[in-house]
C-alpha cells in the first residue's frame, strides 16, 4: 500500500482539476456549507491515524499522539457533518414549500 | 485484502467526488452530504481493514466514542450565527490531526529510516507536520478573533515580515536538515515549535473581519496537509480528499478577494482593519433618525421593500424577527425581498445560511448582480447591520480602502432607512455616506430590538 | 512502469469524471471540433506502440504490426489536430470582426 | 529516467485535460488545440524516452513520417462537408492501432506469459483488442454508409440479434479461456476475426443517418481501448487519455439521443430508417411551387428572414452561396438568423462548422431554444436541405418515429419557403405537412443553385 511519487502527482493533479471544476459550480447560496463539508472531509487523516495507532509496534508516545489525532479528527467528522446536514436542511425545506 | 481495501479507497473517493458536485444546488444538497458520510465510513471501514489485525482497539475505539461524543453536542448547540468559529475550531482540530499522525510517523519509522524516510516521503512528512501545526494554531488565533476572545484589530510591529522571514527561514533549514537526516529526531521539536508560532505570527496583523478568507485559506493548507499525509502513507484516498479540500479553500479565498476587490497578499500581508482608529476625527455633519412607530408607517404604506441584512443581523441574532417582519409585510401585500452581497457578514455566504435557518424561502435571497437593477424602483431599502457593502464611496473615492468593491446600490432607492447602534463605522472602518443622505433614516438601536419593536407597531395599525 | 489494478482504476475515475464534468460545459457551436480533437488524443496509443516497436526483443511481427500501427496513428494524430485547428480557426475568425 | 518520463506523462495529461476545458468556447477554443498538440507532442517524447535505448528507430522513424505525410493532405484537402466522414476513418486508424499493439504485446509478452500475461492484464488486453478490432471495422462501416459508398438503408434479417448474441457468446468463451491460459496463442486469431466480424455486424443494422450517433460510441470505444492499452502497459496517460476521450464520446452521444428522442437502444438496435421504403404510398397533396426569381422579391421585402439549414445544405456544399444571400440580404436591411437545430446535418454541431467555414459570424447562428420564440415575429423562414428538424408531427403524432422530438417551429413564421430537390422524405423516412401549408412555397432545385439563383435575382432588383 505504497505507491511512487509519479503516481501521487497523477492523482494529486487529476483531483486538483476536479475539485476546481467541480467547486466553481456550486452556487453562492451554498458557500457556507460548501466550507464546512469540505472541513469534514478534510477530516479524512482520520484514516492515517487510525492505520499508525493500530500498527502492532506503536510506542506509547504513538498511541498517545493517535489517541489525540483521533479524538480530534472524529470530532470534526461528527460535527461537521452533522452541522452542514443540519444548514443544507434548512434550504431543503424551502424547495416543497414553493 | 489489500485489494479490497483499494476498492473502497477508490468507492469513497468517488463518493467525495459526488459529494462535492451535488452540493452545487440546494435540491440535490443533502444528498451531497449525505454521499459525503457514506464516503467517510467507506473510508474508515477501509482503514481498519487495511490495520487488521488492528492492535490498541481500545485506543482507537475509546478516542471515536470521546470524539463523536464531543462532536455531535457541537454540531446541534452550536448557534447558526457561530458557524464561522465552529468552522475554525474544527480546522484546528482536522489540522491537529494530521501535524500528530506526521510526528507519530516520524518517531515510528525511526528504526527502519534508511529505507522508509528518504526522498520524497520525508519531504511530504515535513510539508504534513508544517501545515498542520500551522494551521492548528492559525485556526485557533481565527476562532479567537472571530469569537472576540482575541482583540479584532491587527496586531503590527516594527519589521514583522522581516521576522517572520527569518523564522520562516530558520525552519527551512531545519527541515532540509531533517529530509537530508530523518535520524536527527531532536531537531523535530524546534521544527513543531516553529511551526506552531508560526501560525499565530501570520494571523495576528490580520484584522478580525479578514478571518474568513483566512479561514479558507487554512481550509486549503488543511487540505493539502491530508496530501502530504496520503503521499507519506502512499494512500491514495488521502491524495483525492486533501487535493478536493485544497481547490475549496482556494476558490473561496479567491471569490471572497474578489468580492472584496483586495489582492491576496493585500489580505495576509496588509494589516487590514487598523484604520479602525482614525475614525473619530470625521467632521460632524446631520443625519436623520426615526423611531419604530414612523419606520413601522414608511414600510406598511410601500409598495415594495428591499431589505439588506449584514454582519449586524448575525451580530444580534435577529433573523427570526426579521421573518417576524417579513410575513407581516407579505401578508399586507408588500413585496419584500433580501439583497445578498457576497461578503456581506463574516463568511461567504453568512446571510443566506441565516436567513434560511430562519424559514425564509431561498427564491427570495436575491444575489448582488441580479438585484441592483431594481433599487431605483424599490420604495424603502431596510438596511439592517449591513454598512460597508452599502457604502457609495467604493464606487469614487479612489482612496477609500473598498474602492472598486461592488457594492448595492442601495442609494438608488427611494428612501433608505438604515438599523445600527451608533455612526461606528463597519469592518473597513470608513465613514459611510448613504447615511447622511436626504433620504436616508437612521434607526439607531439593536437589529433585534429594533425589528422586534417595529413589528409590534405594525399588527397594531392593522387592527386601527 | 506498472501499476496495480487500484491504481489504474483509481486514475481512471478521477479522469472519467473529469471528463464528464469538463464536456458537459463545452458549447453545441463546437461540438464537431470536439469530436475530431478527441478522436485525436485517442491516438495517445502512438505511446503504446512505439515503446513495443522499440524493444529490443521486438520479433519481426511485433515490427510489421508496430509499423502499421503507428503509421495509423501518426495520420490519425496529424489530420486530427490539424482539421480541428482549421474548424476552431473559423469560429475565431468571428471573434475579432464581430 | 522514469521519473523524467514520468512527469512528461503528467504534463501531458493535464495538457489533455486543459485542452478540452478551454474547447468549452469559440474564444479559447484554438488555445485547447494547441495544448492538445503540445500535449501529445510531450507525450510522445515521453515514449522515445521510455523506450530508450530505441531499437528498430528506422521502422518506428518511417512510419512517423508516412503517417505525416498522409495526414497533412487529409487535413487540408478534405472539404468541411466530409467531417463525418473522416471522423469515422480516424477512428479505424485509432482503433485499429490499440488492437495490433495489443496483439503485438500478447505474442511479444508469450515467453514471460507466466509472470507478465496474468489476471487483469489479460482482461485488459482482451477488451483493449475486443473494442480495438471492433471499432476498426465499425468505424470503416459507418464511414461508407456515410460516404455512401455502401448502401444507407439498415441491412435486417431474421433472428439478427440472435446470431450476434451467439457470437459474441463464442468470443467471450475464447477470451475467457486466453484469460486463463494466456498460452494458447492459437485461439486469438479466431477472436480477432470474431472480433472484426463484430464490428461490421453491429453496423449494418444501423441507418445512415444514425451514424453520427454510432461514430460518437465508436470514439468512446476507442477510448475505452486506449485506456485498456494503459492497463495492459501500467501506463497512467494512457489511462487518462483514453478516460477522457470516453466520456467525451458517451457524453456526445447522450446528447444526440436526446435531441432525437430516441433512446441508446433504439438507435444501437431499432434499425431506425427502414420506414423510408413505404413513403411511395402516401396520398396526393398538393403544394405551392415558386419560381427563384419569386423567392427572391419575397427575400428582399421580408424585415426579418430566418434561414434553417439542414442535411441538404451539406449536400449540396451550398454554404458560400448561403453566405452570399446573407450579405445580400443583410446590405439591404433585412435582418437574417440561421436556426440550429442540435442534430440538422449528420455530426452535432454540423450546421455549425459548415456555417463557419463561409465566414458567417457565429453570433448569428441561434440555437434552437432561443430561436423558436422568434418564429411568430418572423416575416420569412427559409428552410434550405433541412426537413425533419422542421416537421410539425414530432409535436403532434404519436406514431411518428419522430414523435417527441423537439423541431423548430418553422411553421409559426408568415411565409415558408422551404428549399430541397423533390417530395422525398429526409432521414426518418416520413412526409412533412409543412411542405401542404397554405404559407409554404416549395422551392424545388438542388440547394446551392436554387441559392444561386435568388442571389442573381436580388442585385437585378436593387439595380432597377
Ligand atoms: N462575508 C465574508 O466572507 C467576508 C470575508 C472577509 C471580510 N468581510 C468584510 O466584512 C464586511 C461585511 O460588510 P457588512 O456590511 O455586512 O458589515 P460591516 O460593514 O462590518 O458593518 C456591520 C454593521 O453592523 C452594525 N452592527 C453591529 N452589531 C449590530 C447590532 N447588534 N445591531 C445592529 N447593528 C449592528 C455595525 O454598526 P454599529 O456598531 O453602529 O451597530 C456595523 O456598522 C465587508 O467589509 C467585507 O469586506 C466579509
Ligand atoms: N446531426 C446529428 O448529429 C444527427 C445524428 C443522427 C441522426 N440525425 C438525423 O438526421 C436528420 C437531420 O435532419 P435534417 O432536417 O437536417 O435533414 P433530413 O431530415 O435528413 O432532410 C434533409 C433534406 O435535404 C434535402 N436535400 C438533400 N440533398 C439536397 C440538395 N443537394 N439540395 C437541396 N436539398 C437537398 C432532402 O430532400 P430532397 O431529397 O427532396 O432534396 C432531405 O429532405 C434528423 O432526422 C436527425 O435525427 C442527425
Known sequence: MTFDLG?????????????????????????????????????????????????????????????IAITAVVTNIVSGFLITDRMVKMFKKRETKK | M????????????????????????????????????????VAVTGAFIQAYPVYNLEWIVSAIVIGTAVGIPIAYIMPMTAVPQRTALSHACGALAAALVGTAELYQRQPKAAEELSGFVMVALMLETLLGFLTFTGSLMAMGKLQEVLPQRPITYKNQNLVNFFLFAIAVVLAVRL????????????????????????IIPIGGADMPTVIAILNSYAGLSACAMGFVLGNKLLVVAGALDGSSGLILSIIMCKAMNRSFTNVLFGAFGQIQTSTAKQEQRNVRSASPEEAASILESAGSVIIVPGYGLAVAQAQHKIRELYDNLMRRGVNVKFAIHPVAGRMPGHMNVLLAEADIPYDRLVEMDEINGEFPQCDVALVIGANDVTNPKARTDKGSPIYGMPILDVDKAHTVMVIKRSMNPGFAGIDNDLYYMDKTLMLFGDAKGFVTEIVKELPARAAA
Open chain 1, 7 to 67: 503516481t501521487g502527482l497523477f492523482v494529486f493533479m487529476l483531483a486538483t482539476f476536479i475539485g476546481l471544476e467541480v467547486i466553481r459550480k456550486v452556487s453562492p447560496l451554498l458557500h457556507t456549507p460548501l466550507m464546512s463539508l469540505t472541513n469534514a472531509i478534510s477530516a479524512i487523516s482520520v484514516v492515517g491515524a487510525i492505520i499508525i495507532t493500530g500498527n502492532k509496534d506503536a510506542t506509547m508516545a504513538t498511541k498517545i499522539l493517535g489517541f
Open chain 2, 2 to 41: 489489500l485489494n479490497l481495501v483499494n476498492y473502497l479507497y477508490i468507492i469513497s473517493a468517488g463518493l467525495f467526488v459526488l459529494s462535492l458536485k451535488w452540493l452545487n444546488s440546494p435540491v440535490s444538497a443533502r444528498r451531497g452530504v449525505f454521499a459525503g458520510e457514506i464516503g467517510m465510513l
Open chain 2, 179 to 202: 529530509i537530508l537526516v530523518p535520524t536527527d529526531t531532536y531537531l523535530f521539536p524546534f521544527f513543531a515549535l516553529l511551526s506552531l508560532l508560526f501560525g499565530v505570527l501570520l
